[in-house]
């Protein structure tokens, strides 16, 4: 299977994050896509390629220019306001403050465009958004040219992105503009798997009325985990999109053997739903040793979801998400794709 990665996305490279209360060093780091990078070129997974560089089209079909133009303004604004370190979100315009009024000052702006205060924005944040955002796409496109599967290196990740706001270490939603670009260039449906440990909130959002988007997500309860607000198992789609949103709640503790049943069933819709393409909204923080996550999986299972993955026998892309656990990160990333090319 061939791998897209490209450096680019290296460069945003936060120092800290607010969680727990404190100031902690951030865990979603450049050393997370090298180590992965490192294994796909050790165990010989494939061929190497750099994205292509798309246009801003694409992004479009998926978020609106304010919100991408926002982003790409944003370093400009920080520091024109005095700033120079990275920068966090405090203000919302939540229920009863007015959501009408056009903002400009940048601390207005950076709640109007976000959803929490645990995403670091950088210097080059929008420029590895939007190398990210190209690799998605590009593996995207290696599907269309008759790839049965391809895996896009993808950093910062994107599950929680939604159509106008960043949050949860994620600022374009990378699954959502690659499923987009699939039904864009003549797949009719398409299909997204979304197994990172925290519910893909952005993705489900972003097609919750289409049945042409077919939204699965197995993760930890968000009774009790980030995002809390979206992925209990009511959520099942609205309008002509009901019934194309299933989502699978684990609790806390939940290991492989736990795991097993959601995976069963999600697989079946995925054979009742016969997409023309797949997209794994790959996370691997599910992994027992995951320093912000609480499943128990072990690197072997993950070889094993990448087996199970075969089965459903349609053409995927595999697209990082998050995974914290950085020295066995490689190790579990590569074995989904070892285990899917059997
Ligand atoms: C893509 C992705 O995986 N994003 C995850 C965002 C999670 N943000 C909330 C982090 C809260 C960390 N709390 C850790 C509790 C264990 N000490
Ligand atoms: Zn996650």
């Not at 070129?41 to 061929?47: A, D, S, V």
């Not at 995951?290 to 690197?299: A, L, Q, V, Y």
Request: charged letters at 20%; proline letters at 6%; one cysteine or more.
């Amino acid at each position: 299977m061939k791998t897209v990665f490209s450096e680019t996305q290296l460069a945003h490279a936060p120092e800290k994050e607010i969680s727990d209360g404190e100031l902690k060093p951030a865990v979603e780091i450049p050393s997370r896509a090298e180590i992965v990078l490192k294994t796909v070129k050790e165990r010989n997974t494939g061929e190497v390629l750099a994205p292509e560089a798309f246009p801003l089209r694409p992004i479009h079909r998926v978020h609106p220019p304010q919100y991408v133009g926002f982003l790409e303004g944003f370093w400009e604004m920080w520091t024109a306001a005095g700033r120079s370190g990275e920068a966090f979100p405090f203000v919302w315009p939540i229920r009863s403050l007015r959501q009408d009024t056009k903002i400009n000052h940048v601390d207005g702006l950076l709640g109007r465009y976000s959803m929490d205060a645990g995403t670091p924005l950088g210097q080059h944040t929008y420029k590895a958004a939007r190398a990210s955002v190209d690799t998605a796409l590009t593996a995207a496109k290696l599907l269309l040219a008759g790839e049965k599967s391809a895996f896009a290196l993808c950093r910062p990740p994107g599950h929680h992105a939604g159509f106008d706001f960043f949050g949860g270490y994620c600022f374009f939603n990378n699954a959502g503009i690659a499923a987009q670009y699939l039904r864009d260039n003549g797949l009719n449906r398409v299909a997204i798997l979304d197994v990172d440990y925290h519910h893909g909130n952005g993705t489900q959002a972003l097609f919750y009325d289409r049945p042409d988007i077919l939204f699965l997500s197995i993760h930890a309860d968000p009774k009790d985990e980030y995002p809390y607000y979206l992925g209990y198992a009511d959520e099942t789609g609205e309008h002509a999109g009901t019934g194309f949103t299933r989502n699978w709640p684990l609790p806390l503790g939940t290991d492989w053997d736990a795991y097993t049943p959601a995976l069963e069933e999600a697989c079946r819709w995925l054979l009742v739903y016969k997409p023309d393409a797949m997209i794994v909204s790959l996370g691997l923080d599910c992994y027992e040793e995951d320093p912000i996550s609480g499943f128990r999986f072990k690197s072997e299972d993950y070889l094993r979801l990448g087996q199970r993955l075969a089965k459903v026998g349609v053409p995927t892309v595999f697209l990082m998400e998050g995974g914290y656990a950085v020295e066995a990160l490689g190790t579990n990333c590569v074995n989904v794709l070892e285990g899917f090319e059997g």
